[in-house]
């Protein structure tokens, strides 16, 4: 339905009079620019909004804010998330499944040596299609600090894509390029992770000004001081260049660095001053570094969150700087959530809520190889069993083996549900959205993929033992982000409409005029629109 509308908009547009598509065209965007904040929670718009003063306030106050935004698939990790940032669809049509299905790919390489990434496994088309099958001249422009936060916005596009790469500067892989822009190269020769070895991360305001405990002992254990924990403020960057390089992405100033890149790149690319619509796509990490690390309920999330904000407002400006702030449109949401820690939430009880199904895999595996099974047969990725029937051993009963582990692991502490997909495929359409969990997990799992079980906690509860703050789950915690649009084109608003993730690709697509070249499973939020 989505892609008729479109069309039937381009056939009008064709069939207007030349001074009227000439109108349209001087009135759309020339410069889309779509945030993405790696692990950015709504509530912590609510939780810190006396505080906030630069971009994220900016953007909330004064655009189309829907409060009640949904990643609406049920892996809720980095690389589904990004994949579904501008394509208008879930998981199930962009085939990224998992962080571990993502963008590594050994066909490439980095520039400067490394294995390198790539969208491979990406199926289908972006905005940036969309854009340039409209006008070809439309260019882009993607950079994170992660891979897949830079390549997975674009899909398979062939444009510029940039991530850092540990050593200290912003890198691509041969997918793109064979060698780097001049413009990353003199970036990257200012050495400013190396440049900041020894500096301090303390506080942006009074300590006064923090409710919340300075440290608590389920904060990560810090590789940045040798293993050892650092539970308070100051932290510091390691003192070694080298080191301050590979550490840089665990504090606030990774983002200013990615922000700083990102404007560079908008400037030598002269992008959003063309013939046609460009697109800049910046996804911010360190949230997710700092919430992993130390939590969602610490100091130290809530004084990125204010970093964030700062650093957030300087990038809006220096957008304006240089595209006219009547001809830009911003859009900013995440790619998932994140659980407190279950000590935090749990107290006493927090043990339940470690889970693990190793020794059932151990178990039912290690028959499935007595019986010769071939490599990789059965494979398990926190919540998704891998059953790859061509490689099982002959005679072997599949459908027993599924019933006997879905058996077992209802039975582990932690366990909501385990769910066979074609029970869930089954199912009718008005259960399944009476059901989010089943509708999350029919939107996650592309049919032609041998997954053929899935495996759901109990709110509140995480896979395997691990001391930092976790996601990954259906829950609300983890799929429920922020969905805003702001500037040309956007009425602004506080709505709580049900939005999801997919559907920001399509209404910026109808704010620009393009059509998308296929079926999508997210629609227009008309809601949002100026006209």
Same mark, same amino acid.
């Given at each position: 339905?989505?892609?008729?509308?479109?069309?039937?908009?381009?056939?009008?547009?064709?069939?207007?009079?030349?001074?009227?598509?000439?109108?349209?065209?001087?009135?759309?965007?020339?410069?889309?620019?779509?945030?993405?904040?790696?692990?950015?929670?709504?509530?912590?718009?609510?939780?810190?909004? &006396?505080?906030?003063?630069?971009?994220?306030?900016?953007?909330? %106050?004064?655009?189309?804010?829907?409060?009640?935004?949904?990643?609406?698939?049920?892996?809720?990790?980095?690389?589904?998330?990004?994949?579904?940032?501008?394509?208008? /669809?879930?998981?199930?049509?962009?085939?990224?499944?998992?962080?571990?299905?993502?963008?590594?790919?050994?066909?490439?390489?980095?520039?400067?040596?490394?294995?390198?990434?790539?969208?491979?496994?990406?199926?289908?088309?972006?905005?940036?299609?969309? !854009?340039? +099958?409209?006008?070809?001249?439309?260019?882009?422009?993607?950079?994170?600090?992660?891979?897949?936060?830079?390549?997975?916005? #674009?899909?398979?596009?062939?444009?510029?894509?940039?991530?850092?790469?540990?050593?200290?500067?912003?890198?691509?892989?041969?997918?793109?390029?064979?060698?780097?822009?001049?413009?990353?190269?003199?970036?990257?020769?200012?050495?400013?992770?190396?440049?900041?070895?020894?500096?301090?991360?303390?506080?942006?305001?009074?300590?006064?000004?923090?409710?919340?405990?300075?440290?608590?002992?389920?904060?990560?254990?810090?590789?940045?001081?040798?293993?050892?924990?650092?539970?308070?403020?100051?932290?510091?960057?390691?003192?070694?260049?080298?080191?301050?390089?590979?550490?840089? +992405?665990?504090?606030?100033?990774?983002?200013?660095?990615?922000?700083?890149?990102?404007?560079?790149?908008?400037?030598?690319?002269?992008?959003? /001053?063309?013939?046609?619509?460009?697109?800049?796509?910046?996804?911010?990490?360190?949230?997710?570094?700092? *919430?992993?690390?130390?939590?969602?309920?610490?100091?130290?999330?809530?004084?990125?969150? #204010?970093?964030?904000?700062?650093?957030?407002?300087?990038?809006?400006?220096?957008?304006?700087?240089?595209?006219?702030?009547?001809?830009?449109?911003?859009?900013?949401?995440?790619?998932? *959530?994140?659980?407190?820690?279950?000590?935090?939430?749990?107290?006493?009880?927090?043990?339940?809520?470690?889970?693990?199904?190793?020794?059932?895999?151990? /178990?039912?595996?290690?028959?499935?190889?007595?019986?010769?099974? *071939?490599?990789?047969?059965?494979?398990?990725?926190?919540?998704?069993?891998?059953?790859?029937?061509?490689?099982?051993?002959?005679?072997?009963?599949?459908?027993?083996?599924?019933?006997?582990?879905?058996?077992?692991?209802?039975?582990?502490?932690?366990?909501?549900?385990?769910?066979?997909?074609?029970?869930?495929?089954?199912?009718?359409?008005?259960?399944?959205?009476?059901?989010?969990?089943? /509708?999350?997990?029919?939107?996650?799992?592309?049919?032609?993929?041998?997954?053929?079980?899935?495996?759901? #906690?109990?709110?509140?509860?995480?896979?395997?033992?691990?001391?930092?703050? !976790?996601?990954?789950?259906?829950?609300?915690?983890?799929?429920?982000?922020?969905?805003?649009?702001?500037?040309?084109?956007? %009425?602004? $608003?506080?709505?709580?409409?049900?939005?999801?993730?997919?559907?920001?690709?399509?209404?910026?697509?109808?704010?620009? $005029?393009?059509?998308?070249?296929?079926?999508?499973?997210?629609?227009? #939020?008309?809601?949002?629109?100026? &006209?």
């Amino acid at each position: 339905m989505i892609r008729r509308f479109f069309a039937s908009l381009v056939a009008a547009l064709a069939l207007a009079p030349t001074s009227a598509r000439a109108q349209v065209q001087a009135e759309r965007p020339a410069l889309v620019v779509f945030i993405t904040v790696d692990q950015l929670r709504p509530d912590y718009f609510t939780r810190y909004q &006396r505080q906030l003063t630069g971009g994220l306030a900016r953007l909330a %106050r004064g655009g189309a804010f829907f409060s009640r935004g949904y990643q609406d698939h049920a892996v809720t990790e980095t690389a589904p998330g990004h994949a579904s940032t501008l394509s208008g /669809r879930f998981p199930a049509s962009t085939g990224i499944v998992g962080n571990a299905y993502g963008v590594l790919d050994s066909q490439t390489t980095l520039i400067g040596g490394g294995t390198g990434a790539s969208p491979f496994r990406f199926r289908g088309s972006t905005l940036i299609d969309w !854009m340039r +099958t409209a006008d070809a001249r439309s260019r882009a422009l993607s950079i994170s600090r992660k891979d897949r936060g830079a390549i997975l916005p #674009l899909g398979r596009a062939h444009q510029s894509v940039f991530w850092y790469d540990f050593r200290g500067g912003f890198t691509t892989s041969t997918y793109y390029a064979d060698t780097l822009p001049d413009w990353v190269k003199a970036f990257n020769a200012r050495r400013i992770p190396q440049s900041m070895a020894g500096r301090q991360w303390t506080l942006l305001m009074d300590r006064r000004q923090y409710p919340e405990p300075d440290t608590v002992r389920w904060e990560s254990a810090s590789p940045i001081a040798g293993g050892r924990h650092e539970p308070a403020f100051p932290h510091r960057i390691p003192a070694h260049p080298d080191s301050a390089a590979k550490y840089f +992405t665990e504090f606030p100033f990774m983002d200013q660095l990615t922000a700083d890149a990102a404007i560079a790149g908008l400037r030598a690319m002269n992008l959003g /001053r063309g013939a046609a619509p460009d697109l800049l796509a910046v996804s911010f990490s360190t949230t997710d570094a700092v *919430g992993h690390r130390y939590g969602p309920d610490s100091r130290e999330i809530h004084d990125q969150v #204010l970093r964030l904000d700062r650093t957030l407002g300087a990038f809006i400006d220096s957008v304006y700087a240089q595209v006219d702030s009547s001809h830009v449109v911003f859009a900013l949401t995440s790619d998932h *959530g994140v659980a407190s820690f279950p000590e935090v939430a749990y107290g006493d009880s927090a043990g339940a809520f470690h889970v693990s199904v190793d020794t059932i895999i151990r /178990r039912l595996g290690g028959q499935v190889s007595a019986m010769g099974a *071939g490599a990789a047969a059965i494979e398990w990725d926190d919540g998704l069993l891998f059953v790859r029937r061509d490689r099982l051993p002959a005679g072997m009963d599949a459908d027993a083996f599924l019933r006997d582990f879905a058996a077992a692991a209802r039975r582990v502490p932690g366990v909501a549900r385990v769910d066979r997909m074609e029970d869930l495929r089954a199912m009718d359409t008005e259960a399944v959205q009476r059901d989010e969990v089943a /509708r999350r997990w029919l939107h996650m799992i592309p049919r032609d993929q041998p997954i053929p079980l899935v495996v759901t #906690l109990r709110p509140g509860a995480v896979w395997g033992a691990r001391s930092y703050a !976790m996601h990954g789950t259906p829950h609300g915690y983890d799929a429920h982000v922020p969905v805003i649009f702001y500037g040309a084109g956007i %009425r602004p $608003g506080r709505y709580d409409t049900f939005a999801r993730v997919v559907d920001m690709g399509p209404t910026l697509a109808h704010v620009l $005029g393009v059509a998308p070249t296929e079926t999508l499973d997210g629609r227009v #939020l008309e809601q949002a629109l100026a &006209r």
